[in-house]
């Protein structure tokens, strides 16, 4: 297994560049999230879906978009990229409801994203 | 609300000292779960260790021990004779019902860990 997989490793965009960071995982998880690392700020929430179909904002979803059309793949769009959203990204995934209460998080590698 | 708080955010100590992570919390569910991952320098995030509710036994891994305590709602991490591979940024997470019937992880801010050698 590949486990979570996310692509790319390291981006640079200009500010009001729109871009896509794909993640996509091959354990059969139906819950899939993104959070943003910042110093100081830990792990942060940004949305997150409970299968196919269904998603879900988090704490900081403003400026991102989501969508689940495969149990596999969960893609996170940014839409017009703000130096705001310099940051870390990681995607997770784990087991679906109600395991998924008591199932730890499998993290991708993340993603590095530069705004200037 | 529903939180994690981690209010040390950075940890010194020499090796083979003893040190203590500490996490509280606060959530509204009376089912939950507690989870502590690891950060070393590499950046992954390493799941360690969960605990439901209704336990409330210590657990003990090699170095590594964990005391939960519901009554402070609090669930700490000791590491034992620290080593320099336990530098690292450790998370507690929650997990927490949210208001559309799902659930969620919510993390701390992190503790960073330097042992120095």
């Known amino acids: 297994n590949a486990g979570v997989t996310q692509t790319p490793k390291f981006q640079v965009l200009k500010t009001g560049q729109s871009m896509t960071l794909q993640c996509a995982q091959d354990?059969?998880?139906?819950?899939m999230s993104w959070y943003r690392q910042d110093p100081g700020m830990g792990l942060r929430l940004i949305h997150y879906?409970?299968?196919?179909?269904?998603?879900d904002q988090g704490e900081v979803p403003n400026g991102y978009n989501v969508s689940r059309s495969t149990t596999e793949d969960f893609p996170l769009r940014l839409l017009s990229a703000a130096p705001s959203q310099t940051s870390v990204y990681f995607c997770?995934?784990?087991?679906?409801?109600?395991?998924?209460?008591?199932?730890?998080?499998?993290f991708g590698p993340g993603t590095r994203l530069t705004v200037l | 609300a529903q939180k994690v708080t981690q209010a040390q955010t950075e940890i010194s100590v020499v090796e083979k000292e003893d040190v203590t992570l500490d996490c509280v919390y606060e959530t509204r569910d009376t089912t939950y779960y507690l989870f502590w991952y690891k950060q070393p320098p590499s950046g992954e995030l390493v799941f360690l260790i969960r605990?439901?509710?209704?336990?409330?036994q210590n657990e003990i891994s090699g170095r590594y021990s964990w005391n939960f305590q519901k009554s402070t709602s609090s669930f700490n991490f000791t590491i034992t004779a620290s080593q320099v591979v336990d530098s690292a940024v450790y998370f507690c997470a929650l997990s927490a019902s949210t208001t559309s019937g799902t659930y969620k992880y919510i993390f701390g801010t992190g503790t960073r860990l330097k042992v120095l050698a």
């Open positions: 997770a995934s784990s087991y679906g409801f109600p395991e998924a209460v008591y199932n730890e998080q499998f």
């Open positions: 354990m059969n998880h139906e819950y």
């Open positions: 879906s409970v299968g196919a179909g269904i998603t």
């Open positions: 605990r439901n509710s209704f336990d409330e």
